[in-house]
Every structure is written in C-alpha cells, then in structure tokens.
C-alpha cells in the first residue's frame, strides 16, 4: 500500500499542472519574505522539499552562488519537469 497514493495522484493531474500558474502568481509573493527569513550564505546547500515549479529553488540558488548548491524535490513529475525547464 503506497500511504501517499491519493497525494501522488493529485499532484500528478494534468489539471492541477495546468493550474500551477496561477499558483505562483501567489508563491510569487512569498518568495521574497521566504528567502529572508531563510538568510541564506554563500557555500550553503539547501534542499527545496516541495519546490512545484522551481522558481524559489531557483531564487535560492542565487542566493547560496558562488559555492552552494540547491536541489529541488517535488511529488510532482509534470512540475519537476518545468523546474529543470527554467
């Protein structure tokens, strides 16, 4: 028995895929106030856990340069995919 089936499922529908912009139009606003809270440093490493679309993984490894690394993990094939496009 797979505990996360139903949450695998849903993160995996095509229909919420196509509703992720409008999602981040909210993330978006959050980013900003996350990484400060964050105080990320140069050399850092940080895992992402949750990273949908990877615009705040991407934010995050600018902020860790030169030096750091950050790595996106999602339930989400369809959404990993467009962190790895961006």
């Keep these: 028995m797979d505990p996360n089936a139903a949450e695998r499922a849903r993160w995996n529908d095509d229909a ?3 509703a992720w912009p409008k999602r981040e139009v909210l993330t978006d606003s959050v ?3 996350l990484l400060e809270a964050l105080d990320l440093r ?3 490493r940080v895992l992402d856990v ?3 679309g990877g615009k705040a993984t991407i934010a995050a490894s600018r902020q860790v340069q030169p030096g750091g690394t950050v790595i996106g993990a999602d339930i989400s094939e369809a959404l ?3 962190a790895r496009e961006r």
């Design 31 to 33: 980013t900003p106030l």
């Design 42 to 44: 140069t050399g850092e």
């Design 50 to 52: 949750g990273c949908g």
């Design 16 to 18: 919420w895929t196509k």
């Design 80 to 82: 990993l995919a467009l």
